[in-house]
T-cell receptor, first 115, second 111 residues
Framework: GDSVTQTEGLVTVTEGLPVKLNCTYQTTYLTIAFFWYVQYLNEAPQVLLKSSTDNKRTEHQGFHATLHKSSSSFHLQKSSAQLSDSALYYCALSGSGGSNAKLTFGKGTKLSVKS | DAGVTQTPRHEVAEKGQTIILKCEPVSGHNDLFWYRQTKIQGLELLSYFRSKSLMEDGGAFKDRFKAEMLNSSFSTLKIQPTEPKDSAVYLC?????????FGPGTRLTVL
């Protein structure tokens, strides 16, 4: 079956420095969509970024990610971390819509930004 | 449009009790998902409905967990009987086949 592997556990970064959260995957689908979800404390997960186009950079709220099918990766990056970025981040993949809308999630990476 | 709503937001149960969690998906969405969220396992899929039909029933959760979709705008998750290891946040999400929209979750504590 499909699987998504993320940077495990806690990532701590100093405010203003760059941050990168890794996400790699295995899938049997030919057409895939990828998502990064962010969950702030005591809130619901919400979509931060989404992409289905190989080698195209997607950006939102200062974060960016590029789907690389050649390396099966969709890493999340930001050039300058902010205190407000502290949250739990999930990477997820979806096979081509069709008959199954299920998402396969990674286990999540907690990002802590310190001043 | 209203988002996904879940009730109650918090639930405390004694071991062995039956509890029922409720979810109302985004109007018009035909895919509905129930997840359990813990720090160790992250998001675990419990059930998946498409147009009220059960598409997937998480294998490890079959014996005491039962989700139902009574109509296109309402779903329940029953846990019977509850055990302390069921303490977690239970999330409901809905979609139109792509991006999933999550509700705020129900935090369940089983004593």
């Amino acid at each position: 079956g499909d699987s998504v592997t993320q940077t495990e556990g806690l990532v701590t970064v100093t405010e203003g420095l760059p941050v990168k959260l890794n996400c790699t995957y295995q899938t049997t689908y030919l057409t895939i969509a990828f998502f990064w979800y962010v969950q702030y404390l005591n809130e619901a997960p919400q979509v931060l970024l989404k992409s289905s186009t190989d080698n195209k950079r997607t950006e939102h709220q200062g974060f960016h990610a590029t789907l690389h099918k050649s390396s099966s990766s969709f890493h999340l990056q930001k050039s300058s971390a902010q205190l407000s970025d502290s949250a739990l981040y999930y990477c997820a993949l979806s096979g081509s819509g069709g008959s199954n809308a299920k998402l396969t999630f990674g286990k999540g990476t907690k990002l802590s930004v310190k001043s | 449009d209203a988002g996904v709503t879940q009730t109650p937001r918090h639930e405390v149960a004694e071991k062995g009790q039956t509890i029922i969690l409720k979810c109302e998906p985004v109007s018009g969405h035909n895919d509905l998902f129930w997840y359990r969220q813990t720090k160790i396992q992250g998001l675990e899929l419990l059930s998946y409905f498409r147009s009220k039909s059960l598409m997937e029933d998480g294998g490890a959760f079959k014996d005491r967990f039962k989700a139902e979709m009574l109509n296109s705008s309402f779903s329940t998750l029953k846990i019977q009987p509850t055990e302390p290891k069921d303490s977690a946040v239970y999330l409901c999400a809905s979609s139109l086949g792509g991006e999933q929209y999550f509700g705020p979750g129900t935090r369940l504590t089983v004593l």
